[in-house]
């Protein structure tokens, strides 16, 4: 990264956030959670982590590695494999 991108880039800030991976992500997250009818507080529920861990994920703040994307997607009970395939396509 170019000294003048660092300075622009608020503390605690990354140039990854709001990516378009990130951002595919969270509307693949979405999109699921939507189709199931949970909201983000069901989603706490059903995973016992905090309901703003999904927003930001949904926002392309924050991203998953591989073990919590397998997670998230038996939360949904859905196909971790399937996913991958679609959140490449869109």
Do not use: V
Request: with cysteine; glycine share 6%.
């Amino acid at each position: 990264m170019t000294k003048e991108k660092r300075t622009k880039l608020k503390r605690g800030t990354s140039a990854l956030n709001a990516c378009p991976k990130r951002i595919a992500l969270g509307n693949w997250l979405r999109q699921q959670r939507n189709k199931k009818a949970l909201t983000m507080r069901d989603m706490q529920t059903l995973s016992g982590r905090p309901h703003s861990y999904f927003g930001k994920i949904e926002q392309g703040n924050r991203g998953l590695d591989i073990l919590e994307f397998i997670e998230l997607c038996s939360w949904l009970e859905i196909d971790a494999h399937e996913s991958l395939a679609l959140i490449k396509l869109l």
